[in-house]
């Protein structure tokens, strides 16, 4: 575990030697005090107080032996020679010096005096490091009554020691209390001190750690980064509040699944300790226990163990062995030593660090807890179940009482019970527990991702090892019917929440109309436009770093405006609702399906005893869920995930390579080139349709599928379905991303005129961009000097016309302003632009006929522990090449008007995913991306590939036709005209847009004997508005 400590000082000691001392020393001692007084200053400016400490001890024998113990100059002495040891972090050497001066000042000055208060809340200070907190906390109070009752509530001093007490009370899990005097304290000092004083980013700080400690990771976060802002220009880099704190956002950063950058902050943090505090500082301690928690992390267990050992060395003589954070260093020290086979030291000492905790917080606190986890775990490894069980199930009790249910700790701790049972193969109670478990995730994760990134959103549930244990026992107990059907609420509740909680926040910002949240809002779609230009520029070969930077600045620029936006928004109890399998099953007509799949990696259950097993190679899982009083749910193992992607990505090449003009069907003929891909259709239909089939019913004529990984990539209508038949012409397909879509309400539909895009004039000039934005927007101001400089080169290359694109533009137009009501507005050639797309306000139909990209995924860092699935879940979203991985939502998006000329800013004729995330698109009833190229490429992060459909999605759009390859735009032509015609004759867009397949497939077996899936099959429906 990593240790993070809050900033918890003592009253700083101020001044020089005392003038009254001298005046009382013979001639001789005076001299010799003189001449120390000024080496100890010249040492202290030097840095080395170690050296100084001697002479300083010099000092106080002189004191004493000359004036006297029960002297208030020679209690100066005393506390002078604590505050020495106290600089270099050695608290229980400060400990003596301390207690002296305190007993001596009780003394002389009496209980009310404030140097005696400065006494007790030195003492205070270096209990509570050492683990007395009961007599910490009543140092700290009589300080605070002195303070009071000498120099006012509003002192230095007072807020000092407000801020001391709180941090005991936070270090031992009292956060009420800890809460109650940091806020106090933060108020005065921001009051008194202003807003940017150092004194003011402690106080913060300090309320950073304990919404960090109750699992508020998003508050923690704002909290951390005010007062981060704060000790960098206050204090410095290198200052140890500021490191200290980077030290904490490195365990932030861990605890929200951004594993790399915690390890890169831990390395940095230790360095500077290193060279600035010396190898001997409790602070380079805490450090070493970080660094070898990161090695124990990647299992180098050999690697962690010295390092764990030097941090406990130096804890043991700083610290001593009451104090919290030398319990933890030897509990993770057990736990590494029971891995390398160390049974009975690893034993000894989790037992030694439990009962130290026993005996200082009392049985039921929640560091006990702590213990009473790593304890199980050591006990876990060496195979002792019951033992382990028992102290799982003590830790459980304690975190449950301390935190609730719903805390981040509370849940690893469920999630070991599970895994115990699993263990004893007790699988009721393995059942119960991961149920339990995946409804707490869904809660805190919708709680969690509300004030996240979507980068940060994706590493958090990389995070969650639950998911992968919860479903790779689903995977082993397919067969139990209660497994099936509890696994199936779990992976419809699993799926999307990322894109849930991205548009739900979407549409609420787009309703906040405040001034601060407009100005965000403009400079994020700022950003975002920067980001997107310089993401598809092609970069001289001397400028491929420089784009790096720019990309890693952008994206932080990006991250951080959608994380100040995401405050103002909050958490919806809609995304914490679970939807349970029932709700699901009666939303389905009696002639539906619903089949949903997965592509994780199972636990290697065998492998090992400990709890972070390793993992097997992925595999796809599916469930069919028929309507409610129909069959019952069935889990089926699909099989190895990285054959089947294998067999869709050969099968998708084939299709893609038979439409190109020397392809299969201009040079082998229809016929031919249809039957030999429906070889490879049919290998991929054995893999993925055939075992899901068997538990279909006859009665089923939809099929409503949720892909994951390369299965979106499947043309799934034109899977083979006997000798001579495609599925289609057994099913209407329709794509979800999640099963909870059945249950979500529908936005009312808008009254707003249809819009239709076709046929842009890729060449068009910057300067005839400007001219054609002017002549729609007459209001709009642009700057035509912006466009006047050379024109940009991007990574697409140029794209060429699409002139039947207007036919379709026109043929649909009839069925448009029937199915609405209203004629559609048509921006063709010159004007189907960026800028005017930007701009539409929820049309009721949104039609754009144009190229559509999608750049191949960036193949990502990996390990033993990774897995590529359609929550992108990798561990650090790095690239192999060390790049950052960038929002999937920049490498997808739409050709417009001008992009083959794009100017160096403004309007360059392309719009990313990220960009239509920001289009208003609440109560479109659909968009139809029509003609478009999403690419072929491996999947190797699964939210990619279906981009574009879902940036639509998440703009408010209720369901979105695209293509999974580029279809001719004369074919395309027909099939959209047929479609819209189905429309407007007020068929289900699901059924109409099979119908217009099927009439494509009609007419060239008519004309050609043969209907290639390439002339037909690429058009897929995500989503539909239900109207139950």
């Known amino acids: 575990m990593h240790l993070a400590r809050t900033i918890i000082l ?211 976060q704002e909290l951390y980064s005010r007062s981060r802002s704060i000790f960098q220009e206050a204090l410095g880099e290198e ?148 033992e382990a069980r028992e102290a799982f199930e003590q830790s459980y009790k304690i975190m449950e009482d301390a935190y609730g249910d719903n805390h981040p700790k509370t849940l690893s701790v469920l999630f070991s019970l599970c895994w115990i049972n699993m263990r004893n193969e007790d699988w009721a109670s393995v059942l119960e527990l991961s149920d339990k478990t995946r409804r707490l995730v869904r809660t805190t994760g919708a709680r969690l991702m509300s004030g996240l990134t979507p980068a940060e959103q994706l590493r958090l549930l990389n995070k969650d090892d639950h998911h992968e244990f919860a479903f790779t026992v689903a995977w082993q107990k397919k067969d139990d019917q209660a497994f099936a059907d509890s696994s199936a609420s779990w992976i419809i509740n699993d799926k999307g929440l990322s894109q849930e909680t991205l548009a739900a926040r979407e549409t609420l910002l787009r309703d906040l109309g405040d001034a601060e949240t407009q100005t965000l809002s403009r400079k994020l779609q700022e950003t975002r436009r920067s980001l997107a230009n310089i993401v598809l520029s092609a970069p001289q070969a001397d400028q491929v770093e420089l784009k790096k930077r720019q990309v890693e600045q952008l994206t932080q620029q990006e991250e951080e405006l959608s994380r100040q936006l995401a405050k103002k928004v909050g958490a ?51 469930w069919i869920i028929p309507p409610a009083g129909q069959r019952e749910v069935r889990l089926i193992d699909v099989g ?54 068997f538990h279909i019913g006859d009665e089923t004529k939809k099929i409503n599928l949720s892909p994951d990984g390369a299965l979106w990539l499947v043309p799934w209508a034109a899977l083979p379905d006997g000798d001579d038949r495609y599925l289609i012409e057994d099913y209407a397909f329709r794509y979800l991303i999640s099963g909870r879509e059945f249950v979500q309400e529908v936005a009312a539909p808008s009254s707003n005129t249809p819009l239709v895009f076709a046929n842009p004039t890729f060449d068009l000039t910057p300067q005839k961009v400007i001219a054609a934005v002017k002549a729609i927007f007459r209001d709009v101001r642009l700057d035509a000097n912006a466009s006047r400089g050379r024109v940009s080169q991007t990574a697409l290359g140029k794209v060429p016309s699409l002139p039947n694109t207007e036919i ?81 939502l920049l490498r997808c998006g739409l050709l417009l008007a001008g992009c083959n000329q794009p100017p160096a800013g403004g309007d360059d004729g392309i719009l990313t995913g990220l960009e239509i995330v920001g289009l208003d698109l609440r109560g479109t009833e659909l968009v139809v991306l029509s003609a478009c190229e999403t690419g072929i490429g491996k ?34 032509a027909v099939v959209m005209k047929d479609f819209f015609d189905q429309l407007a004759a007020e068929t289900p867009p699901a059924d109409a847009l099979r119908s217009a397949q099927l009439a494509r497939i009609e007419s060239r077996r008519e004309r050609y004997g043969a209907a290639h899936p390439f002339f037909w099959a690429a058009w897929t429906l995500t989503g539909e508005p239900r109207k139950d």
Not at 662 to 673: F, K, S, T, V
């Open 808 to 888: 379709e533009a026109n043929a649909i137009a009839p069925s448009l302003e029937k199915l609405v009501g209203k004629p559609p507005i048509k921006y063709l050639g010159e004007y189907a632009l960026e800028s005017v797309v930007k701009r539409v306000h929820r049309p009721r139909m949104l039609v754009l006929s144009t190229h559509g990209y999608f750049l191949p995924d960036q193949q990502m860092r990996s390990n033993e522990r990774s897995i590529h699935n359609d929550r992108a879940r990798a561990a650090s979203l790095l690239a192999i090449d060390g790049t950052l991985i960038e929002n999937p």
């Open 939 to 972: 999947v190797q992060i699964g939210e990619g590939i279906a981009g574009l459909r879902q940036a639509f999605q998440l703009a408010g759009a209720s369901s979105v036709v695209a293509t999974l390859w580029q279809v001719p735009d004369r074919d395309s």
């Open 10 to 220: 003592s009253c700083l000691f101020i001044g020089c030697l005392s003038n009254d001392l001298l005046a009382q020393l013979t001639a001789q001692s005076e001299r010799r005090v003189t001449q120390l007084n000024e080496q100890i200053a010249q040492l202290e400016n030097q840095g080395n107080d170690r050296a100084a400490i001697p002479l300083q001890k010099e000092i106080v024998d002189i004191a004493e032996r000359e004036l006297g113990h029960n002297k208030s100059e020679t209690a100066y002495e005393w506390n002078y020679l604590g505050h020495l040891y106290f600089r270099l972090g050695e608290y229980g050497e400060a400990r003596n010096p301390y207690s002296q001066a305190l007993s001596i000042r009780r003394k002389v000055l009496g209980e009310n005096d404030e140097d005696t208060g400065e006494s007790y809340g030195n003492v205070g200070f270096v209990l509570a490091e050492l683990g007395e907190y009961d007599q910490s906390e009543e140092a700290y109070l009589q300080a605070l009554r002195i303070y009071r009752r000498n120099t006012g509530d509003e002192s230095s001093e007072t807020l000092q020691t407000m801020n001391n007490l709180g941090n005991l009370y936070l270090k031992t899990s009292n956060f009420e209390k800890a809460k109650s005097l940091n806020r106090a304290a933060l108020a005065i000092r921001t009051r008194t001190l202003g807003p940017d004083h150092a004194d003011v980013g402690e106080s913060i700080f300090n309320l950073g750690v304990i919404a960090h400690e109750e699992g508020d990771y998003n508050k923690a």
């Open 239 to 386: 200052h140890p509040y500021t490191l200290q704190l980077m030290n904490n956002l490195g365990k932030l950063a861990y605890d929200l699944g951004d594993v790399q950058r915690s390890y890169d902050i831990d390395r940095q943090v230790y360095d500077i300790r290193m060279r600035v505090l010396g190898p001997d500082h409790i602070d380079t301690a805490q450090s070493l226990n970080n660094m070898a928690f990161n090695q124990q992390d990647q299992r180098n267990f050999e690697k962690a163990l010295p390092l764990y050992q030097k941090a406990l060395d130096i804890f043991l003589k700083q610290l001593g062995e009451k104090d919290v954070n030398t319990q933890l260093t030897m509990l993770n020290l057990a736990v590494v030593k029971q891995r390398l086979g160390q049974s009975k030291e690893a034993e000894d000492l989790a037992t030694r660090a439990l009962n130290l905790r026993r005996e200082s917080l009392g049985e039921g606190h929640p560091l006990v807890s702590e213990a009473l986890y790593q304890i199980a775990t050591v006990r876990l490894e060496a195979g002792r179940l019951d």
């Open 572 to 622: 919806s109890v809609e995304l914490e609702k679970w939807i349970e399998l029932d709700d699901v099953r009666k939303k389905l007509k009696h002639d539906e399906t619903f089949v949903t799949w997965i592509r994780f990696q199972p636990y290697d259950f065998n492998n090992e005893s400990q709890i972070s097993g390793y993992l097997l190679p992925p595999r796809y899982m599916a």
């Open 640 to 693: 190895p995930a990285e054959e089947i992607d294998s067999l869709i990505e050969k099968a998708r090449k084939e299709l893609n390579a038979a439409g190109r003009p020397d392809g299969a069907i201009r040079n082998e003929g229809e016929q031919d080139a249809e039957k030999k891909l429906r070889r490879s259709l049919a290998d991929v239909a054995e893999k993925v349709w055939l075992p899901v089939a």
